[in-house]
């Protein structure tokens, strides 16, 4: 068996590689590091207002599809029930 060679499209020690993950885990823009604790909604709402906003605008959306999906559901059901059988 042959062995694998050291330098690998330029890669050498991993150093590039290295770099480039360390890249892609470097978060983009001006974001603070997530150290606040929150330990329930009131806190959230206080310390991060953006995000309380968005985390109920996502709740309300997802509830908004369902209860839509529910009544598509029953219109469905409805509409097979006066058919009838057969």
């Keep these: ?8 499209q330029g890669i050498e020690g991993g150093e590039q ?7 892609k885990n470097k978060p983009s823009g001006n974001m603070n590091a997530a150290t606040t604790f929150v330990s329930n909604a009131d806190d959230l709402a206080t310390k ?11 709740a309300a959306r997802k509830i908004i599809r369902e209860q839509q999906r529910h ?4 219109k469905q059901l409805m509409r097979e029930g006066q058919r009838g059988p057969g």
């Design 71 to 74: 009544n598509q559901r029953m």
């Design 1 to 8: 068996m042959s062995e694998a060679p050291e330098n690998i």
């Design 48 to 58: 991060a207002p953006e995000v309380y906003a968005a985390m109920m605008d996502a």
């Design 17 to 23: 590689v290295d770099n480039a993950i360390q890249a």
